[in-house]
């Protein structure tokens, strides 16, 4: 069994070979902490862990064991991991042992995204219940080991089994004490296009946090973070990353404590929260995924891609490879009609794109930005006769149609603003700060949920749509709940992500076979709880290929290639006027949900040729793209960062691709070999440039001498070669023999 119980040693370990998580019932009923991270044998008592608790108050502690769900107020100074205000206004709490229950399988979390499992072999689920005597408040804490993976999905669910209500002030999803503060923290920060980017420093004393307060995981921060050894490296040594399955507000914290331990917490961000529990209520807390790896980030980014395509993504999509698209948004904007959109879609059908996708401008009397958000009916101006006659006419040139939506917003320039003022988010008798000409629906009532469900409904009905993007295009101000008592206006954030949820739940729930992208201004959602909704994202609305590079790079540490979405645009680039060659553009945007965001009737003969090439070539390796094993090798992040590479390799390993990219061209390079990793030492892999054109003809080599000697990537002849301008991409297509 990968979850022991063992009731001498009182000890719980969750094992499967691949990592441990040791727990112990401490003598006064405390749920100590012993060990996350390399696996140990099982049938061991491993209690002498535990001595490396910071405080001084033995009368209360007998062992100096650090908690598994540290309290505030009782000796151990370090972040709380839970604190709940009670009636008389004092936080203490002293959670004991009650009971515990093994169970086969993983229980959904209600409200909440989660990772699953595909039946009862596949986990094995423990839950503990601590109990405070004083209030009788219940915590079950909940742990999901997967039997394949080293991972661990935790959550918990606090009940008010006491006869008066109580506040709930910080609930964290995880905290996890370590030993020792030998690790660099890593996290995803950015900001508008420039998002994920990968951040990294030593842990000092003292706390450092990212996380959010706008009401969304947001552009700035990514509800992940990993630590890693001073030495560790892509494919060596200790990593540990903790992600957090939800879409809001959130706090990721280290605090490094004197002696020299770490703490690490993850989930709602306290800031602003305050939850009512009344006797009997319960309050669920979201998801953490907690993984570890001996094979540093890979190994870690190995573990988060694999569960988060295949036990978080669900629905018909999450396993169908996914259609190259045209989105309508960068090629014309808002100034389209059916006739123009059409004459897109039959540009391309003839490059053979096979989802046209109709972004923005579609409903109201949008026209700019500046109003409609809300008015989910067509604009018959541009689209006589609605939706149904335009997605008709894409069908029959063979195309898949697509729609935008930004279900949450509603413009002041609206007729639903106009009719209920009050649903959009905002405080009675202070004026709503605009951004981009919009506020925020308040989706902590559920009549907006409900209008939002008929709306949005009526719309995916009047036309043979099958693919939606679910846009989020700015943050909340004015927090408040219209519905609320001032007494709970505390649990507004959370409730206004439950009821997207709710919304997402429904919408995804009845039209099952339409593929849903999210997106918030690019990847200002990109993020575990959404992914559990829509199995990909629109990565950035930076869709230049240098800025790519490390956005794509940066997401890759947590998610998989099947979610980021990845779309070749016109130049001069139209976020940072950067003109690339259009190879280079496909090159990095193949590593991710291919598409085009551009507007192919601009596109010359030649062009058109080579986008032709490129979808063939995607359509070609889609699958190697969408499900293979993505590796890192050159970081942009390192160095002048005028390198990238990476590479993508099947399951089976009988094929890869590999990417290079060079920022700036310099005299005489020198002679460089990219070392390959994840291939099959034994075979023999036919290696051929792509485009061909560009190449230097094929050649065979060996998996072993890739790995170990590396592949030269200069031209053959370096004089006339390709490699001599700025901004190149080369390209190899790997196929053992
Ligand atoms: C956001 C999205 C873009 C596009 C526009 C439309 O910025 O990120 O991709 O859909 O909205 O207004």
Same mark, same amino acid.
């Given at each position: 069994?990968?979850?022991?119980?063992?009731?001498?040693?009182?000890?719980?370990?969750?094992?499967?070979?691949?990592?441990?998580?040791?727990?112990?019932?401490?003598?006064?009923?405390?749920?100590?902490?012993?060990?996350?991270?390399?696996?140990?044998?099982?049938?061991?008592?491993?209690?002498?862990?535990?001595?490396?608790?910071?405080?001084?108050?033995?009368?209360?502690?007998?062992?100096?064991?650090?908690?598994?769900?540290?309290?505030?107020?009782?000796?151990?100074?370090?972040?709380?991991?839970?604190?709940?205000?009670?009636?008389?206004?004092?936080?203490?709490?002293?959670?004991?042992?009650?009971?515990?229950?093994?169970?086969?399988?993983? /229980?959904? $979390?209600?409200?909440?995204?989660?990772?699953?499992? *595909?039946? !009862?072999? &596949? =986990?094995?689920? #423990?839950?503990? +219940?601590?109990?405070?005597?004083?209030?009788?408040?219940?915590?079950?804490?909940?742990?999901?080991?997967?039997?394949?993976?080293?991972?661990?999905?935790?959550?918990?669910?606090?009940?008010?089994?006491?006869?008066?209500?109580?506040?709930?002030?910080?609930?964290?999803?995880?905290?996890?004490?370590?030993?020792?503060?030998?690790?660099?923290?890593?996290?995803?920060?950015?900001?508008?296009?420039?998002?994920?980017?990968?951040?990294?420093?030593?842990?000092?004393?003292?706390?450092?946090?990212?996380?959010?307060?706008?009401?969304?995981?947001?552009?700035?921060?990514? /509800?992940? $973070?990993?630590?890693?050894?001073?030495?560790?490296? *892509?494919? !060596?040594? &200790? =990593?540990?990353? #903790?992600?957090? +399955?939800?879409?809001?507000?959130?706090?990721?914290?280290?605090?490094?404590?004197?002696?020299?331990?770490?703490?690490?917490?993850?989930?709602?961000?306290?800031?602003?929260?305050?939850?009512?529990?009344?006797?009997?209520?319960?309050?669920?807390?979201?998801?953490?995924?907690?993984?570890?790896?001996?094979?540093?980030?890979?190994?870690?980014?190995?573990?988060?891609?694999?569960?988060?395509?295949?036990?978080?993504?669900?629905?018909?999509?999450?396993?169908?490879?996914?259609?190259?698209?045209?989105?309508?948004?960068?090629?014309?904007?808002?100034?389209?009609?059916?006739?123009? $959109?059409?004459?897109?879609?039959?540009?391309?059908?003839?490059?053979?794109? &096979?989802?046209?996708? #109709?972004?923005?401008?579609?409903?109201?009397?949008?026209?700019?930005?500046?109003?409609?958000?809300?008015?989910?009916?067509?604009?018959?101006?541009?689209?006589?006769?609605?939706?149904?006659?335009?997605?008709?006419?894409?069908?029959?040139?063979?195309?898949?149609?697509?729609?935008?939506?930004?279900?949450?917003?509603?413009?002041?320039?609206?007729?639903?603003?106009?009719?209920?003022?009050?649903?959009?988010?905002?405080?009675?008798?202070?004026?709503?700060?605009?951004?981009?000409?919009?506020?925020?629906?308040?989706?902590?009532?559920?009549?907006?949920?409900?209008?939002?469900?008929?709306?949005?409904?009526?719309?995916?009905?009047?036309?043979?749509?099958?693919?939606?993007?679910?846009?989020?295009?700015?943050?909340?101000?004015?927090?408040?709940?219209?519905?609320?008592?001032?007494?709970?206006?505390?649990?507004?954030?959370?409730?206004?992500?439950?009821?997207?949820?709710?919304?997402?739940?429904?919408?995804?729930?009845?039209?099952?076979?339409?593929?849903?992208?999210?997106?918030?201004?690019?990847?200002?959602?990109?993020?575990?709880?959404?992914?559990?909704?829509?199995?990909?994202?629109?990565?950035?609305?930076?869709?230049?290929?240098?800025?790519?590079?490390?956005?794509?790079?940066?997401?890759?540490?947590?998610?998989?290639?099947?979610?980021?979405?990845?779309?070749?645009?016109?130049?001069?680039?139209?976020?940072?006027?950067?003109?690339?060659?259009?190879?280079?553009?496909?090159?990095?945007?193949?590593?991710?949900?291919?598409?085009?965001?551009?507007?192919?009737?601009?596109?010359?003969?030649?062009?058109?040729?080579?986008?032709?090439?490129?979808?063939?070539?995607?359509?070609?390796?889609?699958?190697?793209?969408?499900?293979?094993?993505?590796?890192?090798?050159?970081?942009?992040?390192?160095?002048?960062?005028?390198?990238?590479?990476?590479?993508?390799?099947?399951?089976?390993?009988?094929?890869?691709?590999?990417?290079?990219?060079?920022?700036?061209?310099?005299?005489?390079?020198?002679?460089?070999?990219?070392?390959?990793?994840?291939?099959?030492?034994?075979?023999?892999?036919?290696?051929?440039?792509?485009?061909?054109?560009?190449?230097?003809?094929?050649?065979?080599?060996?998996?072993?001498?890739?790995?170990?000697?590396?592949?030269?990537?200069?031209?053959?002849?370096?004089?006339?070669?390709?490699?001599?301008?700025?901004?190149?991409?080369?390209?190899?297509?790997?196929?053992?023999?």
């Amino acid at each position: 069994m990968p979850i022991e119980w063992d009731p001498e040693a009182r000890q719980f370990h969750l094992g499967n070979g691949l990592m441990s998580y040791v727990m112990r019932v401490l003598e006064n009923g405390w749920l100590g902490h012993l060990h996350f991270g390399a696996p140990l044998a099982a049938g061991r008592s491993y209690a002498h862990l535990g001595g490396r608790a910071f405080h001084g108050f033995s009368n209360r502690v007998g062992e100096p064991v650090p908690l598994e769900l540290p309290t505030a107020g009782s000796g151990d100074f370090r972040v709380p991991a839970l604190v709940v205000e009670q009636a008389d206004g004092s936080i203490v709490l002293d959670l004991r042992y009650a009971s515990h229950a093994i169970r086969p399988g993983k /229980p959904d $979390l209600p409200g909440l995204p989660s990772t699953y499992a *595909e039946g !009862d072999a &596949e =986990a094995e689920t #423990l839950e503990i +219940v601590l109990v405070d005597d004083p209030t009788s408040l219940r915590v079950t804490l909940r742990y999901t080991l997967f039997r394949d993976r080293p991972v661990i999905a935790r959550s918990a669910t606090i009940s008010n089994a006491g006869a008066a209500a109580v506040r709930i002030r910080t609930a964290m999803s995880v905290s996890l004490d370590l030993a020792d503060a030998d690790w660099h923290l890593v996290t995803l920060s950015g900001t508008w296009a420039r998002e994920r980017h990968v951040e990294e420093g030593r842990l000092l004393p003292g706390r450092r946090s990212v996380g959010s307060l706008r009401g969304a995981s947001g552009l700035e921060h990514n /509800p992940a $973070l990993v630590l890693r050894r001073p030495r560790a490296t *892509e494919e !060596d040594g &200790e =990593a540990i990353g #903790l992600s957090l +399955v939800y879409s809001g507000n959130f706090l990721a914290e280290a605090e490094v404590e004197p002696r020299g331990t770490t703490r690490v917490r993850l989930g709602l961000h306290p800031d602003g929260f305050a939850w009512t529990l009344e006797p009997a209520a319960t309050f669920t807390v979201p998801e953490a995924v907690l993984a570890w790896s001996d094979a540093g980030l890979g190994g870690l980014s190995d573990a988060s891609h694999g569960l988060y395509r295949e036990r978080l993504a669900r629905g018909a999509w999450r396993d169908r490879p996914r259609p190259i698209l045209l989105n309508s948004w960068e090629g014309v904007y808002y100034a389209f009609d059916a006739a123009r $959109l059409v004459d897109m879609a039959r540009a391309a059908a003839d490059l053979g794109i &096979e989802l046209f996708v #109709l972004d923005d401008g579609w409903f109201g009397r949008r026209d700019d930005d500046a109003s409609s958000l809300g008015d989910w009916v067509v604009d018959e101006r541009k689209l006589p006769g609605g939706l149904g006659p335009l997605a008709r006419d894409v069908e029959a040139l063979g195309l898949r149609f697509g729609l935008w939506i930004e279900p949450e917003m509603v413009s002041p320039r609206s007729r639903l603003f106009e009719a209920h003022p009050d649903w959009a988010i905002g405080i009675p008798g202070r004026q709503r700060t605009e951004s981009r000409n919009q506020y925020v629906l308040d989706l902590s009532r559920p009549e907006v949920v409900d209008h939002l469900d008929d709306a949005l409904t009526r719309v995916l009905e009047s036309a043979p749509i099958s693919y939606v993007k679910w846009d989020m295009n700015r943050n909340i101000t004015e927090p408040y709940g219209g519905a609320l008592p001032a007494a709970r206006q505390g649990e507004f954030f959370h409730r206004y992500m439950l009821g997207t949820y709710e919304l997402w739940r429904r919408l995804t729930e009845r039209f099952p076979e339409i593929l849903f992208e999210s997106c918030a201004s690019g990847g200002g959602r990109f993020d575990p709880g959404l992914l559990a909704f829509a199995p990909q994202t629109w990565t950035s609305d930076d869709t230049d290929a240098i800025e790519r590079l490390k956005i794509q790079w940066g997401t890759s540490l947590v998610y998989p290639l099947s979610s980021m979405s990845a779309h070749v645009s016109a130049v001069p680039n139209h976020q940072v006027g950067r003109i690339t060659p259009l190879a280079t553009r496909a090159a990095v945007a193949f590593f991710g949900v291919f598409g085009y965001e551009l507007d192919p009737r601009t596109l010359d003969e030649a062009d058109r040729a080579a986008v032709r090439d490129q979808v063939a070539f995607y359509v070609a390796h889609r699958d190697v793209f969408q499900r293979g094993r993505f590796v890192r090798l050159r970081s942009p992040f390192e160095g002048d960062g005028n390198e990238t590479a990476w590479l993508v390799v099947s399951d089976d390993r009988r094929r890869a691709v590999l990417g290079h990219y060079r920022m700036l061209e310099r005299p005489v390079p020198r002679f460089d070999r990219v070392r390959l990793r994840g291939l099959d030492p034994a075979a023999i892999y036919r290696v051929r440039p792509w485009p061909a054109s560009l190449g230097s003809g094929q050649a065979a080599r060996g998996g072993d001498e890739l790995m170990t000697v590396g592949l030269a990537i200069e031209p053959a002849d370096p004089l006339t070669g390709f490699g001599r301008a700025d901004f190149s991409a080369r390209l190899f297509d790997l196929e053992a023999t």
